[in-house]
């Protein structure tokens, strides 16, 4: 035999020797492992799902509640800016301090001061040319000023003496000696007899 073929030989003889007594550094995996790994990959799937979820859920109510408290900041600031922060009864206007109501009908001037008058209010009356110009769009309207206690001096329903007036060139006239009741006329007041049917204003104070 010669000398490498000894060799070789004692090379397999060792190399058997040591796998059969020195154990394997990475053994496959046993069954049981196995199953318990895919459940603990399992287990941490589901619960990054659900922190995900939750995660969504989060930011989704922090948007909701932040248009919302936009929403109402911004209806705050309109109500203000506006100044309708006191709404006037359904059907009636705001405007200034007062909310109006103006008719759709006709009736005598006394009949339409008692409209207003059952309900908490009574016929215009007209403190400055602002509120007078707000009304010019307005059809000819009976307002709160007579002079049927006294001819030639006017006053408001609320027993204060007419101290501006805005009549139309030539009014009041008191044509037939009869005409003790006004309206507002988009080119200024006129005296008209009470019994006249015409649409009215009523006003109240807001609340």
Request: hydrophobic residues 30%.
């Amino acid at each position: 035999m010669e000398m490498s073929d000894v060799i070789y030989a004692n090379v397999e003889r060792v190399r058997n020797i040591k796998s059969r007594t020195t154990p394997d550094q990475n053994p496959p995996n046993s069954p049981g492992e196995q199953h318990t790994g895919r459940r603990t990959y399992r287990l941490t799937a589901v619960c990054l799902g659900i922190l995900t979820v939750l995660q969504l859920n989060i930011i989704t109510a922090l948007c909701f509640y932040s248009q919302r408290d936009q929403l109402q900041s911004d209806y705050r600031s309109v109500i203000a800016e506006k100044g309708l922060g006191h709404l006037c009864p359904p059907g009636w206007i705001k405007f200034s301090s007062s909310c109006y109501y103006v008719s759709r009908e006709r009736k005598t001037w006394s009949d339409s001061r008692q409209y207003c008058r059952d309900r908490d209010a009574d016929l215009v009356i007209i403190n400055d040319k602002e509120e007078r110009m707000y009304f010019t769009v307005f059809r000819i309207l009976w307002i709160g000023l007579t002079d049927s206690n006294e001819e030639g001096t006017w006053k408001w329903v609320d027993g204060t003496t007419l101290i501006t007036g805005y009549w139309r060139s030539g009014e009041p006239n008191n044509v037939g000696s009869g005409e003790d009741c006004a309206v507002m006329h988009p080119e200024g007041w006129n005296d008209l007899p009470c019994t006249n049917k015409a649409y009215w204003v009523c006003e109240k104070p807001a609340p």
